[in-house]
């Protein structure tokens, strides 16, 4: 009988091609053929289920199809996958739909910039949220927009902040339960960061929460005198969320001026910090300061991974969250509790932490005038670029930088919208810049494997139930790894520089990885059959 | 003495012979100055000399630069640095860059530099020194070592001079000496052309080129700091010296 419901429901059903409910995202874990949320689930372990590709026959992997995009930027997007299309952005605030079937466009929204966009490092973007029949889409000129799934055509746009003041978005927004989350770019552009909530439908702001609080509110007090105005604390990596606890996490980024700290005395609190919200009201249940008082300009905003395990005997809910400052750290996700901090990546700046998983600090490395020496550089030990974690096998997996600078300390002046840091750069050229991936044991960060490729890598991870791990490369590889040993199985060269994290998707009976490499979006597959040619 | 009323008058003529080539700043301001001048010593001074004599980088004491034509071409080059040099892009804010770019033009007032030596001389010098078996001049000579058409613009005197008696200690940014063990274990070395994460392409000394995928390899050895050319210091006498390094300044290649 339910059967039969279910397929007279299907014949009346009308022919739909993007109904993302929340509940689908809620569930993602049941469709892997799909890719609904920017980390696939909100757990973000960017972790797949999808085992055709696997260590057996990887080696055999090609390209199925390529899109190219106009745009020289970076090529940043992470893409989404649902009932047969791919939705992307492309630099420096477009979206576009694919069809799966062939990768040609089905619409573009092309959207006409003001001039005297400032953004620290390219203007580029992440990708796009989707909920119900809407694509979500921010912009670096800090506008949030909605656009109908079916055609691309706008259905609302807000301005989320002013971007003539340095405020921009590079974030792919995080579609909830009736809102949409988004966060801010600007933090070398004396911005007071914020996380903000959208009604899909209407894009009436539902909150904000300031990542440096205000006067009389607290945390105010670690800001001395008015810096707290111009104190940063961006939010421009999309976070991880808790459907069970009901909490949304996310990371904050530099406090401003970068590398001057004597203008901004105090911890600079929610810098450099992991935070937990109610996501209904966008209160603060708890916060997890990695780095008080920030002068290396080393932003927290990686990816929160959250994962459940037995730690120490005890079950507990983590979540893990591999830093740019070069320490990887497990905190208990229900209250903020440090558990564990491991250095995974060359650095300097620190001497360890304490028991709270407070940095001590090398002063050797604070900025001045004769340029103090630096590791990691302020591109970090990671960035933006997603980690990936296995559940197959117990390892997190990070791609890692190991370069350093020397900083000279120099004077911040604010103006709206032109840069504010406190020092200047110059690269080591004595030494090749390292870049590796690298597996930790998730609960302890201790050193699984490892490969050494050539240049600081920009490109995220993905791992699969195949026993792989996707990774790219600045010099244009992209490649798939025994997840459990590091073994190389399968790479291509592709010409471009990764900057984009890898996902999958099924596409008639096929598994697809699909990963950007310079201005191509590279789609993947086994070969199909003759039959099927 | 003589050095204060030159630098006194040295403005008005910086602002004759730098207006023909990068146009003069005419709100340049001691407070600009100062600041360009903090910057360049900690950002530019390593290579082109704390005041712009040149060494690893390029001289820009002189009236006119080579490559920054105009005040927009020096800035885009402050700022990005010049691709396939060893010049770098820089990480600086548009006022830092403005204030780079001024004391810089200010750096043309400098007296150019007394060199002994007879070029002369030197050019024999660096015949019969068989220096073109590595070296290119004029497309002509061998590819291992860089090229010389305009080392005299790029190189002061004084690092050239370092650069024949202490080789390794003047190796090129980017110049890179490689040694591998190849899986039917044949010893390569030479100087790196390309690499990824799985291949490596590099020059062995004859010039030939070699292609492997790192996992061909036995070992792969990064020789940093090494050069290929041996010290000229037990070979040449310090005149002789004196005349290779006038000759190699002369070298300043097509404007």
């Known amino acids: 009988m339910k059967m039969l419901i279910l397929v007279f429901l299907l014949a009346i059903a009308p022919p739909v091609t993007a109904q993302v409910p929340y509940e689908r995202i809620l569930d993602a874990a049941s469709e892997p053929g799909s890719w609904l949320t920017y980390s696939g689930s909100y757990g973000a ?126 974030v792919a927004p995080l579609a909830l339960d009736d809102k949409i989350i988004v966060g801010i770019a600007g933090g070398e552009y004396g911005i007071r960061g914020f996380l903000d909530a959208y009604d899909p439908v209407t894009g009436e702001r539902l909150w904000r929460f300031w990542t440096v609080p205000g006067p009389g509110e607290p945390g105010n007090e670690t800001w001395s005198g008015d810096s707290w105005e111009r104190g940063g604390a ?129 002063p050797e490395t604070i900025p001045d005038r004769d340029g103090a020496v630096v590791y990691p550089d302020d591109d970090g030990a990671a960035n933006w670029y997603s980690p990936t974690f296995s559940p197959q096998t117990g390892l997190i997996y990070q791609n890692v930088r190991e370069t350093g600078a020397t900083y000279f300390l120099a004077d911040a002046t604010y103006e709206p919208g032109r840069i504010y840091m406190g020092a200047s750069r110059r690269a080591v050229t004595d030494e090749d810049p390292r870049g590796f991936l690298r597996a930790l044991d998730a609960l302890t960060g201790d050193l699984a494997w490892e490969i050494e490729v050539r240049s600081p890598p920009w490109s995220g991870l993905m791992a699969t139930a195949g026993g792989l791990v996707f990774s790219g490369t600045t010099e244009g590889d992209v490649f798939a790894a025994d997840a459990r040993t590091g073994e190389v199985l399968w790479r291509f060269q592709t010409g471009g520089a990764v900057y984009a994290n890898p996902i999958t998707y099924m596409s008639e009976g096929r598994q697809f990885i699909a990963l950007a490499a310079g201005s191509g979006l590279f789609n993947f597959a086994l070969p199909t059959s003759p039959a099927r040619r | ?58 001289v820009l004491a002189q009236p006119q630069l080579r490559r920054a034509t105009d005040d927009q071409a020096l800035e885009n080059i402050i700022r990005r640095g010049i691709a396939g040099t060893e010049m770098p892009g820089s990480f600086l804010t548009p ?56 080392i005299g613009a790029r190189r002061n005197a004084a690092h050239l001079r370092q650069a024949l008696l202490e ?74 010296t004196d005349d290779l390094v006038a000759y190699l300044v002369s070298l300043k290649g097509s404007p």
């Open chain 2, 167 to 240: 080789p390794d200690a003047f190796v090129p940014t980017g110049f890179l000496l490689l040694r591998v063990v190849t899986g039917d274990l044949r010893v390569l070395d030479g100087v790196r052309v390309n690499e990824d994460a799985f291949s490596v392409q590099f020059r062995d000394l004859s010039g030939n080129l070699h292609s492997f995928w790192k996992d061909e390899l036995e070992t792969l050895d990064k020789l940093w700091q090494r050069s290929p050319m041996a010290s000229y210091e037990e070979r040449l006498s310090p005149a002789q």
């Open chain 2, 1 to 58: 003495m003589l050095l204060v009323v030159m630098r006194r008058l040295l403005p008005l003529v910086c602002c004759l012979a730098v207006a023909l080539a990068v146009g003069c700043a005419e709100s340049e301001t001691a407070e600009e100055l100062a600041q360009g001048r903090l910057l360049f010593e900690s950002q530019c001074g390593s290579c082109h000399g704390p005041t712009g004599g040149g060494g690893r980088g390029a």
């Open chain 1, 234 to 362: 961006p939010t421009w990596v999309t976070g991880a969320y808790d459907p069970e606890l009901d909490l949304l996490y996310w990371g904050t980024g530099n406090p401003g001026p970068d590398f001057i700290g004597d203008v901004r005395e105090g911890d600079n609190l929610y810098s450099e910090s992991l935070i937990a919200l109610d996501p209904d009201t966008g209160e603060l249940q708890w916060y997890f300061q990695f780095l008080p008082h920030d002068i290396h300009d080393y932003d927290s905003t990686q990816v929160p991974v959250l994962l459940d395990a037995t730690f120490e005997g005890v079950p507990r809910k983590l979540v893990v969250f591999p830093n740019r400052n070069g320490f990887y750290y497990v905190l208990d996700r229900v209250t903020g509790e440090f558990l564990v901090g491991k250095q995974f990546a060359r650095q300097n700046w620190a001497f360890g932490l304490d028991d709270n998983g407070r940095p001590i600090e090398n």
């Open chain 2, 95 to 150: 006022i830092q860059v403005s204030s780079i770019a001024t004391y810089v033009k200010t750096l043309g007032r400098v007296e150019p530099e007394e060199i002994p030596g007879d070029a002369g001389r030197g050019a024999q010098m660096y015949a019969s020194l068989d220096c073109q078996s590595c070296h290119s001049l004029g497309g002509q000579g061998g590819i291992i070592g860089p090229e010389l058409d305009d």
């Open chain 1, 45 to 170: 372990q960017r972790y797949s289920t999808l085992d055709q590709i696997n260590r057996d026959n990887v080696d055999q992997l090609q390209v199925a199809w390529i899109y190219q995009t106009r745009s020289t930027q970076k090529f940043e997007v992470s893409p989404l996958v649902a009932d047969g299309v791919m939705y992307i952005t492309e630099p420096p605030s477009d979206a576009t739909a694919l069809d799966l079937r062939t990768g040609r466009p089905l619409w573009s929204y092309r959207r006409s910039l003001p001039q005297g966009i400032v953004t620290c490092c390219g203007q580029v973007n992440r990708g796009v949220a989707l909920l119900d029949d809407g694509v979500f889409l921010g912009t670096v000129d800090a506008h949030l927009v909605a656009l109908d799934a079916k055609t691309g055509r706008v259905r609302w746009d807000v301005e989320v902040a002013d971007h003539t003041a340095g405020y921009a978005i590079t």
